[in-house]
């Protein structure tokens, strides 16, 4: 009998064996049992404020480290409140465990207190879940799911529990194999595909890597690195790929896409060959999809087959890790010896590049009188010296912020791409600052997204983290305010946010310091004190308010058909 454990103590045991170290969670009625399991063991649970900003929480502490995240909530609205969470982590890849708590197995489907078909509603949530009714299933089920969760193309997945598994007892024997016969992954990439691929990179005039989050997810920054060496290729990152290539890497242009750079764009839209590496061809990088890039052949490596060709062809797939098949395609690449041959296109590609860069470069904008949010984050910029973690919410501050904030390693900065989820910032700064104690932790938050999560500076307080909190406080929920502005003919609908807290009196209120900025003058020395003060910090920044990002790519636009800024004013005749 000795050997009995209750489904809590088998789970946590399965957690252990999987090397989870942090739970971000929130408990309630049936999930009770595993708290109480938990009162005890060594391992650490961060009580959040919101349920889904456990899942943000655990999204930045995946983001900071690339280990698997784990959150927990329990039956009905809490599972319902990870949702949005377990989403976001589907769009951008980033490997998950969710667990939830579901009500006693012969309850389901009775309108029960606090039931939801939690299992039903994150089907389309998430990469695969679970709903275990059974002790024995218990953990063959978890081990299944970090398997799933980190293989293959990462991303979320969820283990509905009831609470009679959780409360009942078995026999625990330690799962030694995982079987799933319908779940394939391939990793190594077609040899034969690869070497064409080194032809058509050497064969190219104007070759241009395009790279992304699955560059940072296989852990392969530095294959990419030496593969835009051996290339000499002009390389763009991606908005979930910033970090991938040193930011202060000569052959690194920018971010493509919607608030790209003008040589980035350019760049992408006039190349006659594509190297896509671990990228989806989102919306947002191509514009309209059937001008992109309308010169290129595609070669396209993605871990993810239903990705190659799903938004445009690839002339030669590769479907593989991105590390694995760099590593070969590196290997042919050298043999090749690119650095012996002569290459006058490129040359002249090169100086192409280089002169879109000039004409239009990404520069801060200053002001005398009011801080332009360009300045705001050109001076973070200084300080983290590419070094620095950096987590943002989602608008205009996030644009801004990958626009002029350098990377040089991966893993450093943290935003939401594909759902692009307000109130996201916080709780993943929370995460990150976790996972990194000794790293120095910006989150960069808009006036509208930080009151989301305001919650979370308790979760902040509670636990000592050092996070440098910098609102950027336009009045306005910017990013829309700004569409309002250009297309719809400055009918400014709903988007003035009145009533933003005092931060002195803010942070004063969760035990911490809070200040406001408001002119040029003062802001260097705001953010150095805020770096300089030992706990977390909160440093509100009173920007224009009527500031656009630019350049910007109108919906529906081609990537080569820019705004590049303001209107100019029309003189109006004496």
């Not at 709903?131 to 081990?143: E, F, G």
């Not at 690195?225 to 051996?230: A, C, K, P």
């Amino acid at each position: 009998m000795s050997n009995l454990m209750s489904g809590s103590k088998i789970l946590l045991e399965c957690l252990v064996r999987e090397g989870v170290d942090t739970i971000y969670g929130y408990p309630g009625g049936v999930t009770i049992p595993f708290y109480d399991a938990m009162y005890d063991h060594p391992i650490r649970h961060v009580l959040v404020r919101h349920e889904q900003n456990a899942a943000f929480a655990a999204q930045g502490y995946v983001r900071a480290t690339g280990k698997t995240g784990v959150c927990c909530a329990t039956s009905g609205p809490g599972a319902t409140n990870l949702t949005t969470g377990l989403v976001d982590a589907l769009l951008d890849s980033i490997p998950i465990v969710a667990l939830t708590g579901q009500v006693t197995s012969t309850l389901i489907g009775t309108d029960a207190f606090q039931e939801a078909d939690t299992f039903g509603i994150t089907r389309s949530a998430t990469k695969h879940n679970f709903l275990i009714k059974n002790i024995a299933d218990l953990p063959q089920a978890i081990h299944e799911a970090f398997y799933i969760a980190s293989s293959g193309r990462p991303g979320p997945v969820l283990v509905d529990i009831t609470k009679d598994v959780f409360q009942g007892n078995m026999q625990y024997n330690p799962v030694t194999s995982i079987h799933l016969p319908g779940y394939k992954v391939y990793t190594e990439g077609h040899t034969g595909q690869i070497r064409r691929a080194a032809q058509m990179m050497l064969e190219a005039e104007r070759p241009m890597v395009y790279a992304g989050g699955g560059v940072i997810h296989s852990e392969a920054s530095a294959e990419l690195r030496e593969l835009v060496e051996l290339v000499d290729s002009p390389t763009v990152c991606t908005l979930m790929g910033l970090g991938a290539l040193p930011g202060n890497h000569p052959n690194y242009i920018s971010m493509p896409g919607m608030h790209g750079s003008y040589a980035a764009n350019m760049g992408m839209y006039n190349t006659d060959l594509i190297i896509a590496l671990g990228v989806r061809f989102d919306d947002r990088v191509t514009g309209r999809l059937k001008a992109f890039a309308p010169h290129a052949k595609v070669i396209h490596v993605d871990i993810d087959p239903s990705e190659i060709s799903k938004n445009r062809n690839a002339d030669l797939p590769i479907v593989g890790d991105v590390k694995r098949v760099l590593q070969k395609l590196n290997a042919v690449l050298r043999e090749m010896n690119p650095s012996a041959m002569d290459r006058p296109g490129l040359r002249a590609w090169w100086k192409q590049v280089r002169d879109w860069k000039a004409e239009h470069p990404l520069e801060p904008s200053f002001s005398t009188t009011e801080i332009k949010p360009q300045h705001l984050m050109a001076e973070i910029e200084r300080i983290s010296k590419g070094e620095a973690i950096v987590a943002t919410d989602v608008g205009q501050h996030q644009m801004w912020a990958a626009q002029h904030i350098s990377f040089n390693k991966p893993r450093l900065w943290l935003t939401s791409g594909g759902l692009g989820s307000m109130g996201f910032g916080l709780p993943a700064s929370v995460g990150a600052q976790m996972a990194c104690p000794n790293q120095l932790v910006f989150c960069i938050v808009g006036d509208g997204g930080f009151q989301m999560s305001l919650p979370e500076l308790a979760t902040i307080v509670n636990h000592g983290l050092p996070i440098k909190i910098i609102c950027m406080n336009n009045g306005y929920l910017g990013m829309v305010r700004q569409w309002q502005q250009l297309f719809y003919n400055n009918r400014l609908s709903q988007v003035t946010l009145d009533g933003f807290p005092d931060p002195v009196h803010l942070a004063a209120a969760y035990g911490f310091k809070g200040s406001t900025v408001s002119h040029p003058s003062q802001l260097r020395a705001a953010l150095e004190m805020a770096v300089a003060e030992p706990g977390p910090y909160l440093l509100n920044v009173k920007v224009s308010p009527e500031e656009n990002v630019y350049p910007m790519v109108p919906a529906g636009g081609a990537i080569n058909e820019m705004v590049l800024g303001p209107p100019s004013p029309v003189e109006v005749p004496r």
